[in-house]
């Protein structure tokens, strides 16, 4: 009875030790299973890394696509400002310009009217005398005029200003000069002539424009325009480095003009030229 109570427990224990085994059979490193899991993970990982280095640029577009939104919207801005400043500029100018010309209509002496008549007949009485003491005839002298017709210099003048004021420097160039061709001695020759050597200033055609300030200064010297055509001549040579010529044009634009706004900004361009150790 003992000898069978021992084999059966031996039996049960070498059947349970089987049983173990068969459950924990070792895995090699060649083993399918290993190798399918092994490959499960790199793509897992691989996949994932992937997902990040998308999802990474689509944040750098986002980030890049509203810092270009932003940096439009400030170009956009400063153009807008810039043309409320040329208009702004160009307002005043005109405004100055049609109060300078007023003025010096009103300044003018106003031709005396006869309303007797008695001008008239003397006049006609001083003839036949002139024909019995000579004999001759006598012959008025022709004097030579140019009429100007305000409205088509006007319009002109204006066309070439409105180009100026779009931005169009090298067709308002062509405009002014036109002007100045087709209506010499106007009431808008000054004004076109520094207009002229604005728009090739604005364009950084520095010597053009020296030139067309320069005729300002000596043609029309009682303009208003005159501070300005010193003031940007004086700019004009700052930037060609003659530092000589510029600090004299402004220092002559504080004495001849002060108090005026070309003054103070020559007073400014000094103090920067000081600074600068020009």
């Keep these: 009875m003992k000898k069978l109570s021992l084999a059966l427990a031996m039996t049960v224990a070498l059947m349970s030790a089987h049983a173990v085994s068969a459950e924990k059979k070792p895995v090699t490193a060649g083993s399918p299973n290993l190798e399918q899991r092994l490959g499960r993970l790199e793509r897992i990982l691989r ?82 005398t002139a024909e019995k003491t000579s004999g001759v005839k006598p012959t008025a002298a022709v004097t030579p005029t140019v009429s100007i017709d305000s409205k088509k210099e006007s319009a002109a003048y204006q066309k070439a200003f409105n180009l100026l004021k779009q931005g169009r420097y090298k067709e308002s160039i062509v405009a002014f000069r036109s002007f100045l061709k087709k209506f010499p001695g106007g009431s808008y020759e000054d004004n076109a002539q520094y207009w002229l050597g604005e728009a090739s200033y604005v364009s950084r055609d520095f010597d053009i424009a020296l030139s067309e300030f320069t005729k300002v200064i000596k043609h029309y010297p009682d303009s208003a325009k005159v501070p300005g055509a010193m003031l940007k001549s004086g700019y004009i040579h700052y930037e060609k480095r003659a530092w000589t010529t510029a600090r004299d044009l402004f220092e002559r634009l504080k004495k001849q003009y002060s108090g005026t706004t070309e003054a103070r900004l020559a007073a400014n361009r000094l103090d920067r030229m000081f600074k600068e150790g020009h």
């Design 47 to 128: 996949n994932q890394s992937l997902a990040d280095i998308i999802l990474q640029l689509q944040q750098l577009q986002q980030e890049v696509q509203q810092l270009r939104g932003e940096v439009e919207l400030q170009k956009h801005s400063m153009d807008a400002m810039s043309r409320r400043q040329r208009d702004l500029y160009l307002d005043i100018d005109q405004r100055l310009s049609r109060m300078s010309r007023s003025t010096a209509a009103s300044s003018d002496p106003a031709p005396v009217v006869d309303l007797t008549g008695s001008g008239a007949a003397a006049a006609k009485q001083s003839v036949p």
